[in-house]
């Protein structure tokens, strides 16, 4: 990824809170800054790829040393990418400070703990230590256990304690304190755990699923709903409890959501077309795909018909049987319009370039999904989201509902919305 350009998005928190139980909203403005330890995109999409339990090609899956995902470096560059969202929450009291994925394809909050041993990765992250927390509190019997398809995994301990989040503080939040953590985490040195932003039905705490900050704290904000707004290279904001007006232009479209596979808590909604290139013509999707709308999944991953149908229209991709799909980085990819129902978003063609193998060589931002009962249909991570203003709503008792509107991507871009009339 890296170049002087590259970074991580790390979350500074500039709010309009008021204190919980009163009516509360609260902004999270992203900043750069360099990054110190360069991600690759081959890990990147490895990890993609084990999150939903699709078996990683041969390519993705590691050599050389243990920890490394290849023994080649891939490095993103020259400014187009923007690989991962990290965010400062503060976990304890006294505060423990960590650097977590706002993730929506998830339901989890876990972190490092003293329990992580150092080989994997007890020596690279702060560690939350609920020993030295006054508020903690150890569920007795408890335990939680995310594996994913490749046998990638995270499990541990669970507590309540205080968590804080921007001025937001929830005191009987439950931690997941890590005790295991696969190579795949550990080979990441800014990340520090996850927030999970997915419904409550895809929590791994055993016996008792355990309830999302959001939920926790969602009956206190002006409206239950957060929004997300990223950005390419330029600072993106997740607002809780309000809607922006200011951050999208044209009609604010809403949609339900799905409901998620037993176990799962993803935000799924249902993609109606799709078009590639400069056309106005959607083609359509008989049924719609199931699209799980995830800000902790950087790329957009599809089942192979409709990658071929990107492909076809982009000749100089190929399928290296070493790399994936690559193609020359001094071209430029076709734009890919997306459809959910009567919305419809642009993703230019320089954001459908998903990392560099080296000066001259691509990857590409789509990627093939399997087929399987346990996988699902698509995947629109940042690439996706980065092009639109996405509103997640959940009322307590009520229905949960997606919105979307046009965005700016940033300065050099123009709005994402495409004229289809």
Not at 43 to 52: D, F, G, I, N
Not at 56 to 74: C, E, F, M
Not at 227 to 233: G, I, R
Not at 369 to 376: S, Y
Request: charge should be neutral; charged fraction near 15%; glycine fraction near 10%.
């Amino acid at each position: 990824m890296f170049s002087l350009l590259s970074v991580f998005f790390v979350v500074a928190c500039v709010t309009s809170a008021r204190a919980l139980p009163t009516q509360a909203e609260f902004s999270v403005l992203q900043e750069r800054i360099p990054a110190t330890i360069p991600r690759n995109g081959p890990e990147a999409l490895k990890r993609a790829y084990t999150k939903y339990g699709v078996t990683a090609p041969i390519y993705l899956t590691p050599r050389g040393q243990q920890g490394s995902v290849t023994n080649k470096p891939y490095q993103y560059g020259d400014g187009y990418i923007d690989d991962e969202y990290l965010s400062a929450i503060s976990i304890g009291t006294p505060a423990q400070k960590f650097l977590i994925d706002l993730d929506t394809g998830s339901s989890d909050l876990w972190v490092y703990s003293t329990k992580t041993p150092q080989n994997d990765g007890g020596n690279d992250h702060p560690l939350y230590n609920a020993m030295k927390s006054s508020t903690s509190t150890k569920l007795k019997d408890y335990s939680w256990n995310i594996t994913y398809g490749d046998g990638s995994f995270a499990s541990g301990d669970v507590y309540t304690d205080k968590v804080t989040y921007a001025d937001v503080t929830f005191t009987k939040q439950a931690v997941e304190a890590a005790a295991t953590v696969s190579v795949d985490y550990i080979s990441d040195l800014k990340f520090d755990g996850y927030l999970g932003l997915g419904h409550d039905g895809g929590n791994q705490v055993k016996p008792v699923a355990q309830k999302t900050f959001f939920t926790n704290v969602a009956s206190s904000l002006t409206s239950p709903l957060f929004t997300v707004s990223l950005n390419h290279l330029n600072p993106g904001c997740y607002d809780f409890g309000f809607v922006d007006p200011k951050k999208y232009t044209g009609q604010l479209q809403y949609f339900p959501a799905l409901a998620a596979p037993t176990g799962h808590g993803w935000w799924v909604v249902n993609s109606t077309g799709y078009a590639v290139g400069n056309t106005k013509v959607l083609t359509p999707i008989s049924g719609g795909l199931k699209a799980i709308i995830d800000t902790g999944t950087t790329f957009l991953l599809m089942q192979q018909p409709y990658c071929d149908a990107y492909y076809a229209q982009a000749p100089s991709v190929v399928n290296d049987p070493e790399y994936g799909y690559i193609y020359p980085c001094k071209e430029t990819l076709p734009d890919f319009t997306l459809a959910i129902g009567t919305y419809k978003t642009k993703i230019p063609g320089l954001l459908m370039q998903g990392a560099k193998l080296n000066s001259t060589t691509c990857f590409t931002a789509l990627n093939p999904l399997g087929i399987g009962p346990d996988i699902p249909q698509a995947v629109y991570g940042d690439t996706f989201i980065k092009t639109t203003f996405s509103v997640f709503k959940y009322p307590p008792g009520g229905s949960p509902s997606l919105g979307f509107a046009s965005k700016p991507i940033n300065s050099s871009f123009p709005n994402s919305g495409t004229d289809f009339s």
